[in-house]
RNA sequence: CCCCCCGUAGCUCAACCGGACAGAGCGACGGACUUCUAAUCCGUAGGCUGGAGGUUCGAGUCCUCCCGGGGGGACCA
């Protein structure tokens, strides 16, 4: 299915709306955006719509005459079956129960692709994030980061988005200059020499593990060397701190389609690197002043009220400006339609001007998302895990990893909207029982389903389609309303950039296939028919989990 | 001083960008296993949605102010 239920469900409303007006029963009124909701309580049916409440003022007539002059013009065709008119003025929609059974082989046939849609078609999005300095492992909060980017991209492609996921490799500029000297005197130590680090250099224990690799690999090579640090040195420990980010990454599940090396915006014959094109088209365009010595963006016509440093009176460009010829990259030289950046909260400085820099350099601002995510709290039962950078107690997101493992990590990362705080309970997490960790609780329920096949097997039974009829218990008829509601709801998260919802359908959907489970036998060798319809079911139920854990990013076993 | 996010059940959080009776999980209490995985299920209790105004048919959601928590406001990233 290319298409959610719901579009089909709006598309016969806004024909009987237009129908409304042509044949006088309504007064012409201008286009309004149509919006179909699922309503709270199941009495009010599968879908319902406001329209008439909303319509009701401008037409000059009661809410109520309003929706049965809709309603009674709605066509009562596949997906539908009744068409009702509830108090205030809601026009309230029932599905055809056997047009949902029979839904349920298309939910098998579609597999873990289930939930697919073509609604972003033809619009390339890129979705970058991670992003952090290749200075130092990745910690707990850069996971969070990892973890929405990472499902948020799922959630496009699932919605028909052309998406690319990228890492940008800040791998130029003061910090990686101190990195390399850092580990040039962490080298140096290997040998025995007693070298100070460098003013504010890299405390961590890594670097000296970085060190001694480097001295493995490459003995006393640059121990003389006269640069601070040696070219090649500096670029090898990037490389395998890079190296290491990008295994720390798998070991969550996260891949990037595409790693953008900052250094690379500075590539090329002078006058020809995305920088210097980026920086000509902010002169072309009057947005670059120069004051006390440094070139500034002057942003003031875009809205912004400060300008900003792009070249401080040292010469040397500023992270912003390398921001502002990576946004010109992304959007003028690669072409994409819609960028995400996925940002930590305390970047949120940083949103408005680089919104401002690519509409000056010729692009369009609105065009840049920024995704910006609330800090992570751990906290193992009741007490709380200091992560101080200060103390070193610093948690990493691979000692994340071991200790709750990938799934757990992801799931819990997921279950809370970007913009709130979260609290991650790594008693919890690492916990394999259902009642603590609500990814064990979805996995075991696919597994439940692997399960009930298997025995079905066992027993010469297998899935039919012939008696679909049969499947009218109230939890058969919710579990199916729960399956058929995923392609609805990879709209809704892939146009309000919100994966965390996923966690939630997971959840629901666990629950209803257990629940049906729980009260009803599938496997009944003296009844093949029911047994048969129950099994598709079940078959459809599997492919809905599958679907959401791939989503999410966690496993679907088949056994536990 | 200014800007951003948050404040919902004892705890952690949802609530389809204004809808119908604010929902889950955990925790608490009470039930259900000779049958497909009880790693489960059912039931009960638990709320003036931080506070005060406002907007309208209708507000947890939007506007104003206040309180509380977090994050920003550099020629740092």
């Known amino acids: 299915m290319a298409r959610a239920t719901r579009d089909l469900v709006g598309e016969l409303v806004r024909n009987a709306l237009?129908?409304?007006?042509?044949?006088?029963?309504?007064?012409?009124?201008?286009?309004?955006?149509?919006?179909?909701?699922?309503?709270?309580?199941?009495?009010?049916?599968?879908?319902?719509?406001?329209?008439?409440?909303?319509?009701?003022?401008?037409?000059?007539?009661?809410?109520?005459?309003?929706?049965?002059?809709?309603?009674?013009?709605?066509?009562c065709t596949e997906p539908i079956a009744t068409v009702d008119v509830a108090r205030p003025g809601f026009i309230n929609i029932r599905l055809d129960e056997e047009w949902q059974r029979g839904q349920?082989?298309?939910?098998?046939?579609?597999?873990?692709?289930?939930?697919?849609?073509?609604?972003?078609?033809?619009?390339?999005?890129?979705?970058?994030?991670?992003?952090?300095?290749?200075?130092?492992?990745?910690?707990?909060?850069?996971?969070?980061?990892?973890?929405?980017?990472?499902?948020?991209?799922?959630?496009?492609?699932?919605?028909?988005?052309?998406?690319?996921?990228?890492?940008?490799?800040?791998?130029?500029?003061?910090?990686?200059?101190?990195?390399?000297?850092?580990?040039?005197?962490?080298y140096q130590q290997q040998f025995g020499r007693e070298v100070p680090l460098p003013d504010g250099g890299y405390q961590g224990a890594y670097m000296i593990d970085l060190a001694a690799q480097i001295k493995d690999e490459a003995g006393e090579r640059w121990l003389n060397s006269a640069d601070d640090p040696p070219e090649e040195l500096a670029e090898r420990g990037l490389q395998l701190m890079v190296d290491q980010i990008r295994d720390d990454l798998g070991l969550l599940r996260v891949e990037f389609d595409h790693w953008k090396r900052e250094s690379a915006l500075y590539d090329g014959a002078s006058g020809s690197s995305t920088y210097d094109v980026a920086m000509g088209r902010l002169r072309d365009g009057s947005y670059v002043i120069e004051k006390e010595g440094a070139v500034w963006f002057r942003s003031d016509d875009l809205g912004e009220d400060k300008d900003n440093v792009l070249i401080r009176s040292s010469g040397e460009p500023t992270y912003f400006a390398s921001d502002v010829a990576y946004h010109y990259d992304k959007f003028l030289s690669r072409g994409f339609d819609t960028v995400i950046d996925v940002w930590g909260a305390d970047h949120q400085g940083h949103v408005a001007r680089t919104k401002a820099a690519v509409t000056a350099v010729g692009g369009d601002g609105d065009a840049l998302e920024v995704l910006l995510y609330q800090l992570v709290h751990l906290r193992r039962g009741d007490e709380r895990v200091r992560m101080s950078k200060r103390t070193g107690e610093i948690v990493t997101l691979r000692e994340l990893i071991e200790e709750v493992g990938a799934d757990a990590a992801r799931f819990f990362m997921l279950q809370r909207s970007a913009d709130a705080q979260m609290d991650f309970d790594l008693a919890a997490a690492?916990?394999?029982?259902?009642?603590?960790?609500?990814?064990?609780?979805?996995?075991?329920?696919?597994?439940?389903?692997?399960?009930?096949?298997?025995?079905?097997?066992?027993?010469?039974l297998s899935a039919s389609s012939d008696h679909l009829q049969l499947l009218v218990e109230e939890q058969e008829t919710v579990l199916i309303g729960e399956i058929l509601r995923l392609p609805e709801l990879v709209a809704d998260m892939a146009t309000r950039r919100e994966p965390h919802h996923l966690t939630y359908y997971a959840q629901g959907l666990a629950q209803a296939f257990t629940q049906?489970?729980?009260?009803?036998?599938?496997?009944?060798?003296?009844?093949?028919?029911?047994?048969?319809?129950?099994?598709?079911?079940?078959?459809?139920?599997?492919?809905?989990?599958?679907?959401?854990?791939?989503?999410?990013?966690?496993?679907?076993?088949?056994?536990?």
């Open 18 to 75: 237009e129908l409304a007006q042509a044949d006088g029963a309504l007064p012409p009124i201008p286009p309004i955006e149509l919006r179909i909701e699922r309503p709270k309580e199941r009495e009010h049916g599968d879908y319902s719509c406001n329209v008439a409440l909303r319509l009701a003022s401008a037409v000059r007539r009661p809410p109520m005459d309003v929706a049965s002059a809709i309603s009674e013009r709605i066509m």
């Open 104 to 186: 349920l082989l298309s939910v098998i046939d579609a597999g873990e692709a289930w939930g697919r849609i073509d609604l972003g078609v033809g619009h390339r999005v890129q979705v970058e994030f991670v992003s952090a300095n290749p200075t130092g492992p990745l910690q707990v909060g850069n996971g969070r980061g990892a973890v929405l980017g990472d499902a948020l991209a799922s959630v496009l492609d699932a919605a028909g988005f052309e998406v690319e996921r990228e890492y940008y490799v800040n791998d130029a500029g003061a910090q990686i200059r101190l990195f390399g000297r850092t580990l040039f005197t962490r």
């Open 430 to 460: 690492a916990s394999a029982d259902p009642r603590q960790n609500p990814a064990s609780y979805v996995k075991y329920a696919h597994a439940r389903c692997a399960s009930v096949m298997r025995n079905a097997a066992e027993a010469g």
């Open 516 to 560: 049906f489970y729980d009260a009803h036998r599938i496997v009944v060798p003296d009844d093949p028919e029911r047994s048969g319809a129950r099994l598709t079911l079940t078959l459809a139920s599997q492919a809905a989990l599958a679907a959401s854990l791939r989503l999410i990013g966690v496993d679907a076993p088949d056994e536990m």
